[in-house]
């Protein structure tokens, strides 16, 4: 069977780009800026970002276009009678179980949609907001109808293939998102007061922070740039040999924390003109705004705006965990794209079912450590499968394949200048997987446990 490729430079620019930007940049980054210190923050983030974030994302892309091949086949290839196949299926089921629960809160962000779309999301009373977004996740039909629509439209898109499907729809969605980015900037920043938010963003505030805050930075690193899922190495598969993949991976990186900046931008100022708390969490996006809306002139129609640009950046993210699945079947199980896409379409659904109700019927329902299905997939994945994966991806590369060959993929064979290939190096040898661990062994607790021994 004919592998297909990207068309252009732009076109897996696009692709890649719409993976990283999701609600992680729109959401929780403005978020945990402004707990964290403001730009004393991003300043951290910057740092993880290129020296940890970016040499991983190199590494990714290579493996993938050397190999040609999806994230089993890619380590089968590239170390023949080694297990490390084992960690490309790990990240295949990684995007499995994270697309499981990613399409629900998809779901949600089109419920807003269609609410603003119908004057509904501005009139309800402020002070039924909160209970409003709890009845909508605790009931059953609705969220459920959401999520298989956000399942459906990934569906379609990814069976149309990599160029007419993935690329197309990329090339399209992406330049709309920094459109209706653009206008919603502009709004936010010209309203009375919009200045308080700009300090809370940008304004370094090195008190705030702390230990915590950097971690927080180097695991939102990894998840942003959409690393340690098989993402990049299979849409890297699909990437013409002879394209720079140094320039596109920086492209990437500039474009996520672009974006991720610019999302802060549009909501941190109008959360402060309309005198609103900042520090909701995850319910800032659903609750809060749905309030600014309200009290801004035509917040119906600069609602449905925000609630859309929210829905397409969800949207050419969950096309890339689809497609790392979509790979996996075809290529190792010789399954036509049609049937793979299909059947996926229906496990993703049937195991959303669960998650779903964990927020409604089986909210009392735990299944593991006294966590509900919703948050035992969410920190399952979060807190032991994506460290894992991103710990395997740097120590295959350094130790299996070899960074000298990593390096001359990265220059194609030559025909490319790599100035960085020491810090590249010291980064996938060291720097990133000991980094990882560190958050690993955060997440699970070690420390605490180690500090609390010694006490
Ligand atoms: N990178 C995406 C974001 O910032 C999140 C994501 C993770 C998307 C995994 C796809 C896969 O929101």
């Known amino acids: 069977m004919e592998r297909e490729n990207f068309g252009s430079k732009i076109g897996v620019l696009a692709a890649a780009a719409g993976s990283a930007i999701g609600l992680g940049n729109i959401w929780k980054f403005p978020y945990i800026t402004g707990v964290n210190g403001g730009a004393a923050f991003i300043l951290v983030y910057l740092g993880c970002i290129l020296l940890v974030g970016l040499p991983v994302m190199l590494a990714e892309f290579v493996i993938g276009r050397k190999t040609q091949k999806n994230a089993v086949g890619a380590m089968k290839e590239l170390a023949p009678d080694k297990p490390w ?65 956000v399942i459906a439209i990934t ?46 963003l940008f304004k370094p505030d090195f008190s705030l922070l702390t230990r915590h805050g950097v971690l927080e930075a180097l695991g939102h690193a990894f998840y942003s740039l959409s690393l340690a899922m098989g993402i990049i190495l299979t849409y890297g598969s699909y990437v013409n040999k002879k394209e720079n993949i140094l320039s596109l991976a920086v492209q990437v990186t500039i474009a996520d924390t672009l974006i991720a900046l610019m999302a802060g931008v549009v909501i941190f100022p109008a959360v402060f003109a309309y005198g609103l708390k900042p520090g909701q969490g995850p319910g800032l996006i659903f609750i809060t705004l749905p309030a600014v809306f309200k009290a801004m002139p035509f917040g119906g129609f600069f609602g449905f705006l925000f609630f859309l640009l929210v829905g397409i950046a969800a949207i050419t993210s969950t096309i890339s965990l689809m497609e790392v699945i979509v790979a996996f079947i075809t290529e190792q199980f010789n399954m036509t794209r049609k049937k ?51 710990i395997f991806i740097c120590l295959f590369t350094a130790w299996a394949w070899g960074t000298k060959n990593a390096v001359k993929e990265i220059t194609s064979d030559g025909l490319y200048e790599f100035k960085w290939e020491k810090l590249f190096t010291f980064a996938i040898k060291y720097l990133a997987p000991v980094s990882i661990s560190i958050i690993f062994f955060n997440s699970l607790g070690v420390f605490k446990l180690i500090s609390k021994l010694f006490k």
Do not use: H
């Open 85 to 149: 196949y084992l960690a490309g299926a790990l990240s295949v089921a990684t995007s499995f179980i994270i697309l499981s629960f990613y399409a629900i809160i998809a779901g949600w962000v089109f419920s807003y949609m269609g609410r603003a779309a119908i004057g509904k999301l501005t009139s309800v009373p402020v002070e039924q907001m909160e209970a409003n977004f709890g009845a909508l996740i605790g009931s059953v039909y609705e969220p459920l109808f959401a999520t298989f629509l």
């Open 155 to 200: 569906g379609a898109i990814v069976i149309a293939g990599i160029k007419t499907g993935i690329e197309k729809y990329s090339k399209l969605l992406m330049p709309l998102l920094l459109v209706l980015l653009i206008a919603l900037m502009i709004r936010s920043v010209t309203l009375e007061g919009a200045s308080e938010g700009l300090a809370f």
């Open 340 to 390: 793979a896409t299909l059947f996926i379409c229906i496990a993703l659904f049937l195991l959303s079912i669960p998650s779903n109700l964990s927020f409604g019927p089986m909210s009392g329902v735990t299944i593991f450590f006294g966590f509900n299905f919703f948050d035992f997939l969410d920190k399952l994945t979060a807190n032991i499968f994506l460290p894992l994966g991103g």
